[in-house]
């Protein structure tokens, strides 16, 4: 593995939905020059705005931000795309002086590009993927999950039966290349990461208070227009893009006429509290993960202090 000091340094801010990363992104960028670098699978599009939580011009604060509402509905974007976006930005930012802060709460995401994962076209079958999607819509993703879990558990074992794209793609790969997705991963390994990153995650103690934000969260989304942003997109060619990220999908019945907004709230509510739960044990699994718990400070100024104390003394020991 190259030196420390010839690798670029990359600060990285994650932490599940509505625990502030955002914000604490903008504020270390500004600290720090930095700019920002989105590590959300869904902000990507440029219709997903509100569902998303996309930060918003003013919440930027005139910090430079990437890979935010850059691609239509009807576009799929993959991981393996990502870590190439991603990499072509923070090496863009390095190259200005500056420091590239990932900021996101898609763990394979970060995962991907702060391990320096690799990727081939190989293992690509459109008309596999196409049949794969119309039975997890038929069949459901847990029939497809448990068949996934019989030849790559480790690949299994990391999602969940609502993530159907990325079980898709994991059978995808296996059929057509005949190594699990798993495997993969670990022989691009081989390359040695150009990063020498920090990664930094967000997390509470009380857990209660997380879902008290998350709740609040969901109510602001509705404030601003998230029914009338769901109709729009629900009902476009691309929903089947849409039905991917929780915020949408759970206001169908609503939308439909087949339910009341009162049920449909309540289930995004908690279909977005089990969501931060699968996104901290994402987390959690990663070794090099700091994590600075939230309801430890006192306010955001005492955060920011904090997570700059985490950067700084990584900085020092890498200079050691």
């Not at 039966?161 to 290349?177: L, Q």
């Not at 959690?284 to 939230?294: C, E, I, L, N, Q």
Request: charged share 25%; net charge neutral.
């Amino acid at each position: 593995m190259p030196p420390s000091q010839s690798r670029i340094p990359v600060l990285a801010v994650a932490g599940p939905t509505a625990s502030g990363k955002s914000a604490l992104a903008v504020r270390l960028a500004r600290e720090l020059d930095g700019e920002v670098i989105s590590a959300d699978s869904m902000q990507v599009y440029a219709a997903l705005s509100i569902g998303t939580a996309r930060p918003s011009e003013a919440e930027m604060q005139g910090v430079a931000h990437h890979l935010l509402g850059f691609l239509p509905l009807e576009e799929s974007y993959s991981v393996a795309r990502y870590v190439e976006d991603a990499s072509h930005a923070a090496g863009s930012i390095h190259a200005r002086g500056r420091l590239p802060i990932l900021c996101g709460g898609t763990g394979l995401y970060l995962q991907a590009f702060l391990d320096n994962l690799t990727f081939t076209e190989q293992g690509v079958d459109p008309a596999l993927r196409a049949a794969l999607k119309a039975r997890a819509q038929q069949e459901g993703g847990q029939a497809l999950l448990d068949e996934l879990r019989a030849f790559d558990p480790e690949t299994a074992a990391r999602l969940h039966p609502n993530d159907t794209g990325r079980i898709v793609r994991a059978i995808e790969a296996f059929r057509t290349t005949g190594v699990p997705l798993s495997e993969q991963a670990r022989r691009s390994r081989a390359v040695p990461s150009p990063y020498d990153a920090c990664l930094l995650v967000l997390d509470f103690r009380d857990r209660q208070t997380l879902y008290r934000r998350i709740n609040d969260r969901v109510d602001a989304m509705l404030a601003a227009g998230l029914l009338e942003e769901a109709r729009r997109v629900l009902g476009s060619p691309h929903a089947a893009t849409v039905t991917q990220a929780i915020g949408y999908k759970e206001l169908a019945p609503y939308l439909e006429g087949t339910g009341s907004l009162e049920a449909a709230v309540e289930q995004l509510k908690q279909s977005t509290r089990r969501y931060a739960k699968r996104q901290l044990s994402w987390f959690r699994r990663m070794s090099a993960a700091h994590f600075v718990y939230v309801d430890d400070y006192p306010d955001k100024a005492a955060l920011v202090r904090a997570a700059l104390t985490v950067w700084n003394t990584h900085r020092m020991e890498r200079t050691v």
